[in-house]
């Protein structure tokens, strides 16, 4: 069956708002600042996570020994802003209120003098976190919102996938996160700051492979979306024990809409 293509602008203003800096989303943020530096437009990033780098994150995460004890969205947004000259922008602090991040994933805007009036981009959100809680707060963000892109990435210790839910103009093109996988809603997840020590200190296994699978996934849809302007894709699932990727495409007969 024919697939349906998602188009976006190729000069409209983009905000990327990365959730999470640990497993995931530190293999992430190098390559969306690569990308940014690479394309002909205002592209404004902002990484988000209230953790610090321990000596365990140090065998799957993206830090090293000398980023010890330091907040981890200082220390990526930092590093690859520098390497590419851009400003780093960053929230040292988790966010665990729907108003906060609502204001954060506000789509940026550009004044065209020819036309005398300002025009909308687009803002894409990228869930890269480790407890259900935060994704059911991104979920309620997208439902609420009139334009956003929320892009959610999930993974155990061998399996996982990535959701891109589109929302243009109050209409939704690509369901999210949990109109896909619904089990979501029922977790008994908290906060990262609602976590006691001894749960804080148990964390679900993930690997090395995993990881980098799901974040080099993620990057393929920001990839598509702001350097290509077109989307075919609405999930992926992948196994780093089988090493198969599926992707499930858009298909018109199954296009949502708000």
Same mark, same amino acid.
């Given at each position: 069956?024919?697939?349906?293509?998602?188009?976006?602008?190729?000069?409209?203003? #983009?905000?990327?708002?990365?959730?999470?800096?640990?497993?995931?989303?530190?293999?992430?943020?190098?390559?969306?600042?690569?990308? %940014?530096?690479?394309?002909?437009?205002?592209?404004?990033?902002?990484?988000?996570?209230?953790?610090?780098?321990?000596?365990?994150?140090?065998?799957?995460?993206?830090?090293?020994?000398?980023? =010890?004890?330091?907040?981890? %969205?200082?220390?990526?947004?930092?590093?690859?802003?520098?390497?590419?000259?851009?400003?780093?922008?960053? #929230?040292?602090?988790?966010?665990?209120?729907?108003?906060?991040?609502?204001?954060?994933?506000?789509?940026? *805007?550009?004044?065209?003098?020819?036309?005398?009036?300002?025009?909308?981009?687009?803002?894409?959100?990228?869930? %890269?976190?480790?407890?259900?809680?935060?994704? #059911?707060?991104?979920?309620? &963000?997208?439902?609420? %919102?009139?334009?956003?892109?929320?892009?959610?990435?999930?993974?155990?210790?061998?399996?996982?996938?990535? &959701?891109?839910?589109?929302?243009?103009?109050?209409?939704?093109?690509?369901?999210?996160?949990?109109?896909?996988?619904?089990?979501?809603?029922?977790?008994?997840?908290?906060?990262?700051?609602?976590?006691?020590?001894?749960?804080?200190?148990?964390?679900?296994?993930?690997?090395?492979?995993?990881?980098?699978?799901?974040?080099?996934?993620?990057?393929?849809? #920001?990839?598509?979306?702001?350097?290509?302007?077109? =989307?075919?894709?609405?999930?992926?699932?992948?196994?780093?024990?089988? =090493?198969?990727?599926?992707?499930?495409?858009? *298909? *018109?007969?199954?296009?949502?809409?708000?």
């Amino acid at each position: 069956r024919r697939c349906l293509v998602l188009r976006f602008s190729d000069t409209l203003p #983009v905000k990327i708002v990365l959730l999470g800096a640990g497993g995931t989303g530190g293999h992430i943020a190098p390559h969306l600042y690569r990308l %940014a530096y690479a394309l002909d437009r205002e592209v404004e990033i902002i990484i988000i996570d209230g953790d610090t780098v321990e000596r365990p994150n140090l065998v799957r995460q993206n830090f090293c020994v000398t980023d =010890l004890k330091q907040n981890k %969205a200082r220390v990526i947004a930092e590093r690859y802003s520098a390497a590419f000259g851009m400003e780093a922008n960053y #929230v040292s602090h988790y966010i665990e209120d729907e108003q906060e991040l609502s204001d954060l994933v506000q789509c940026p *805007k550009i004044f065209r003098p020819g036309r005398a009036r300002f025009e909308e981009g687009y803002t894409i959100l990228i869930g %890269a976190v480790d407890n259900d809680k935060s994704r #059911v707060m991104c979920h309620s &963000v997208f439902q609420n %919102a009139r334009r956003l892109i929320y892009i959610d990435s999930g993974n155990g210790e061998y399996q996982g996938q990535v &959701v891109c839910g589109v929302k243009l103009d109050g209409r939704t093109f690509n369901r999210p996160l949990i109109s896909v996988f619904p089990t979501v809603m029922e977790s008994e997840d908290k906060f990262p700051t609602e976590l006691s020590c001894e749960e804080a200190a148990i964390s679900a296994p993930q690997s090395m492979a995993a990881n980098l699978t799901a974040a080099s996934i993620v990057v393929n849809y #920001v990839y598509n979306i702001v350097a290509r302007g077109q =989307l075919t894709a609405k999930y992926s699932t992948f196994s780093t024990l089988s =090493l198969t990727t599926r992707t499930v495409g858009i *298909k *018109k007969q199954r296009r949502m809409a708000a």
